[in-house]
């Protein structure tokens, strides 16, 4: 049973959580300490860009920035136009904030804390490779400092994806309504969801429009900037700064990706399956022991999605030919908007609930994650 002071240390901080209270130019000096992201103390996962330490980049969602502090408030410090974030205080309801005017560089998370240690989650939720976001540090109370990181979990996933991955449309509840920042939200997905499930942490690598071979509305003989094209980058359509894929070593790789290729206009099937074939072996090469889990999301069906079945099952079966026992298949079930739909045709968040709840009863029993 919760003791009453932990039952008051939660109300006090759902009272006191004030989103996008403090707004200042990055010029301006504002009263506290500031921690620089270099701070070896600040807990970073994902695929960042640290080319400049002080601004830290990144285009993915579903990168986090953690870190314990000590003290009563936390104001975070960003690139103005770097969109949206969850974060997450001391374990309560994670909330959003927003840095979505020239001037949103400071946002306070939190203010009238306890006077102890707390731990702050940031998740980035949305798509950046237009806005290119940048962590600038934090600001904390006078004369108070981090403390040492939270924890990670040792198990680790990577997702490889394309709008379903990032949540696209996850909070709006029209299907008709068009893609908005405002509405789409990673840490509601399939992919967070069941990453939270399995005790995981979660490396994401998708994008809206993105194919194996060919993007949302591209030509039949592919595009030149597919997923297999962009995947060893650190950032989104930068070609000048090549990943380092010892930076995190997934235990499994899911891979859910095609219903670009296949979902509008023509494609080649062969193309298609070719493009899957390469992909697999790029991944091999880059995680020579990870599983492997290539999987059909819930927005197709019928005829493009057996093709896309089809591609998927054969560089299952030739990899298993070649001796490699570690990649298999999955099928999400098909949206039949009995679960709402979101923005664009988009799964709901009830439907990535329950494509979370499909995928992770897998996961669990393929890795054995019990």
């Not at 592919?222 to 090549?242: A, F, H, I, K, P």
């Not at 891979?255 to 899957?276: C, I, K, Q, S, T």
């Not at 090469?285 to 998927?312: C, D, W």
Request: glycine fraction near 8%; hydrophobic fraction near 40%.
């Amino acid at each position: 049973m919760k003791s009453i002071s932990m039952i008051f240390r939660g109300i006090f901080l759902l009272l006191f959580l004030v989103v996008n209270v403090a707004s200042m130019a990055r010029t301006i000096t504002p009263d506290g300490t500031f921690v620089k992201p270099t701070d070896k103390k600040i807990q970073y996962v994902g695929r960042i860009s640290f080319k400049n330490p002080l601004a830290p980049c990144f285009t993915y969602p579903g990168v986090q920035i953690n870190a314990r502090f000590e003290g009563t408030s936390l104001k975070m410090v960003a690139k103005p136009m770097s969109g949206y974030f969850m974060a997450q205080i001391d374990g309560c309801k994670p909330f959003k904030v927003g840095f979505n005017s020239p001037n949103d560089s400071i946002v306070t998370l939190a203010v009238a804390l306890p006077d102890e240690a707390h731990e702050v989650r940031l998740t980035y939720v949305v798509e950046g490779f237009r806005r290119h976001p940048e962590f600038w540090g934090f600001i904390l109370d006078n004369g108070r400092n981090l403390l040492n990181p939270p924890f990670l979990p040792k198990r680790k996933i990577e997702f490889i994806g394309d709008s379903m991955t990032c949540g696209l449309g996850i909070e709006s509840m029209n299907e008709k309504d068009p893609y908005m920042a405002e509405t789409e939200n990673y840490y509601y997905s399939y992919a967070a969801r069941t990453a939270q499930a399995l005790d995981a942490q979660a490396l994401v690598v998708a994008c809206s429009g993105v194919g194996v071979y060919r993007n949302h509305g591209g030509p039949k003989s592919g595009s030149n900037d597919n997923m297999s094209v962009v995947y060893n980058q650190t950032l989104w359509g930068d070609n000048t700064e090549t990943w380092n894929f010892l930076r995190y070593i997934p235990d499994v790789v899911c891979v859910n990706l095609g219903m670009n290729d296949v979902g509008n206009g023509e494609y080649d099937r062969n193309f298609l399956l070719n493009a899957y074939r390469n992909f697999y072996k790029q991944i091999r090469t880059n995680y020579p022991r990870a599983k492997v889990v290539f999987i059909s999301g819930s927005m197709l069906v019928g005829t493009r999605l057996e093709h896309l079945q089809y591609a998927m099952d054969e560089v299952v079966r030739d990899a298993r030919i070649s001796g490699d026992k570690n990649v298999f298949r999955f099928d999400m079930s098909w949206q039949t908007g009995d679960l709402g739909m979101g923005a664009c045709g988009h799964p709901s968040m009830w439907q990535h609930e329950k494509m979370a709840g499909e995928l992770t009863a897998y996961l669990r029993g393929l890795m054995e994650w019990f």
